[in-house]
């Protein structure tokens, strides 16, 4: 249900902005599908990647996500090549943060009543010249027990 969500976002998105990115979804033939995975979470980190990172940027954005995982154990990754999080912020100064911040709240929610220990980082991107490059986030959902 979580791939379908993001796809149709995505989709909604591309057209919002007149196809000014091209995205992909790719899961492993391994993964088990059925995994239980908080609502939006895939969907708030394309949706900052679209906002933040592509927006703003001159030429074609791209967006990749990828789900590979097993019966207790899931990651998700989300990397764009959008302006990066620091130019990013000069666009955005009327940002609360509060997006992260929430996500995180609702992570530790869902963890704790689903037991589950889920955690995400956010590593900046750069181009070999040094220049931000866009951004990935990486998402990782443990079972407990």
């Known amino acids: 249900d979580e791939i379908i969500f993001v796809k149709e976002y995505l989709e909604l998105e591309k057209f ?3 196809d000014k990115f091209d995205y992909s979804i790719e899961t492993d033939e391994q993964t088990d599908m059925e995994l239980p ?3 939006m979470i895939i969907q708030v980190f394309a949706e900052n990647a679209v906002k933040h990172g592509i ?4 030429g074609k954005g791209y967006i990749g996500i990828r789900i590979k ?3 207790d154990n899931l990651s998700i990754t989300v990397t764009d090549n959008g ?3 620091a130019k990013a912020a000069e666009y955005s100064k009327e940002s609360t943060g509060l997006g992260l911040k929430m996500i995180r709240q609702y992570m530790e929610l869902f ?3 689903k037991k589950f220990n889920i955690n995400f980082s956010i590593t900046d991107l750069h181009a070999d010249n040094g220049q ?4 990935r986030v990486d ?3 443990n079972v407990i027990g």
């Open 69 to 71: 995982g097993t019966d």
């Open 132 to 135: 931000p490059s866009g951004t």
């Open 111 to 113: 963890g704790k009543y």
């Open 16 to 18: 919002r902005f007149g």
């Open 37 to 39: 995975v908080p609502k």
């Open 83 to 85: 302006v990066g999080r």
């Open 139 to 141: 998402v990782t959902i």
């Open 55 to 58: 927006y703003r940027k001159e």
